[in-house]
């Protein structure tokens, strides 16, 4: 099983992005899939998760911002990012919870000029 996120990215203030992240392999099942981030110098930290059942989740600082979604024959889950700011500066990885086990994408860059 692999995960290829792709999408991340240069990007002004005030900016949009779309992450992507695709599963490949031997798959039965996708339970959640989730995004995370890690500033330079800082903790990884969850971003935004849906459920199977598309129920979703996000950290404060991105609610009304940023927008997670998946696409079940695809294998795929999607970050929609608007109105993005510095703070929003990272490297993006993509996690799913595939045959009962955690995979993580590879991570890609989002970085926010001001």
């Known amino acids: 099983v692999q995960l290829q996120a792709s999408g991340g990215g240069l990007v002004q203030a005030g900016g949009s992005l779309r992450l992507s992240c695709a599963a490949s392999?031997?798959?039965?099942?996708?339970?959640?899939m989730g995004w995370y981030r890690q500033a330079p110098g800082k903790q990884r930290e969850l971003v935004a998760i849906?459920?199977?059942?598309?129920?979703?989740n996000y950290t404060a600082s991105v609610k009304g911002r940023f927008a997670v979604s998946r696409d079940r024959a695809k294998k795929t889950t999607y970050l929609r990012m608007n109105s993005l700011n510095s703070e929003d500066t990272a490297v993006y990885y993509c996690?799913?919870?595939?045959?009962?086990?955690?995979?993580w994408g590879q991570g890609t860059q989002v970085t926010v000029s001001s």
């Open positions: 996690k799913m919870r595939i045959n009962g086990f955690d995979y």
């Open positions: 392999g031997s798959i039965f099942s996708i339970a959640d």
């Open positions: 849906v459920t199977s059942s598309r129920n979703t």
